[in-house]
Each structure stands twice: as C-alpha cells, then as structure tokens.
Nanobody, 126 residues
Framework: QVQLVESGGGLVQPGGSLRLSCATS????????MGWFRQAPGKQRELVAA???????NYADSVKGRLTISRDNTKNTVYLQMNILKPEDTAVYYC????????????????????WGQGTQVTVSS
C-alpha cells in the first residue's frame, strides 16, 4: 500500500510562509521524481512543483519564485517551502510520485499512484 503523509499546513496571512513535508516509503522516494499537487475548492488538482532524483526542479508559473521544492534522501521526505503566500494559494496540498516527460514541463507529468494521502490544508487569509 502506498504511504504518502503530508504535514505542515495551516492558516497564514498573505505574505507569510509555510513549510510542507511529505514522508513516504523508501522504495517510492528513491525510485521516483516527486511532486507537490494542490486542489482548491471547486477546481481540479494541479501539479505545482516537481523534483527529480538528481534534484532538478520545475514549477508552475503561478508559484515560480515563491515556492521551493526539495528532498532529503536520508529521510525519504520531500518538502515545499512556501514564501510570499497569496490567497490564491489556498488549497489542500498533496504529494505523489510523478511520471512523464520531464523536458515537456509540468503539463507532461502526471501522478504515478492513483491513491493519495490525506493532504494538508493551506489557508492564506487576513
């Protein structure tokens, strides 16, 4: 069974910061490119950041320069540092392994697993 455990969300004011974490099994983490997705109310889930096993990164235009994805291979954990948060960043954030053509951009990547963790809620509001 796939284990993806997200944490670190919360309520933050516009301009604030949060750091999300996603812990998973070693076999999933070490073998795959990992990504952070988000789903806002009434919207489809979207991939916002991804990181390869060799630490190449890619971001959605809407978050570029504000969100940073990283991974700790010793802890089988992927992180999402979120800075200069905006109300439109409000969503439930999920992680998953991703597959697809890396050089095709985030639009060419999709989640590997059909099952998801519980996600972590990020709410940006004054």
């Amino acid at each position: 069974q796939v284990q993806l455990v997200e944490s670190g969300g919360g309520l933050v004011q516009p301009g604030g910061s949060l750091r999300l974490s996603c812990a998973t099994s070693g076999s999933i983490f070490s073998s795959n490119t990992m990504g952070w997705f988000r789903q806002a109310p009434g919207k489809q889930r979207e991939l916002v950041a991804a990181i390869t096993r060799s630490d190449k990164t890619n971001y959605a235009d809407s978050v570029k320069g504000r969100l940073t994805i990283s991974r700790d291979n010793t802890k089988n954990t992927v992180y999402l540092q979120m800075n200069i948060l905006k109300p439109e960043d409000t969503a439930v954030y999920y992680c998953n392994a991703v597959v697809g053509r890396w050089d095709g951009g985030l639009g060419s990547l999709t989640s590997l697993f059909g099952s998801w963790g519980q996600g972590t809620q990020v709410t940006v509001s004054s």
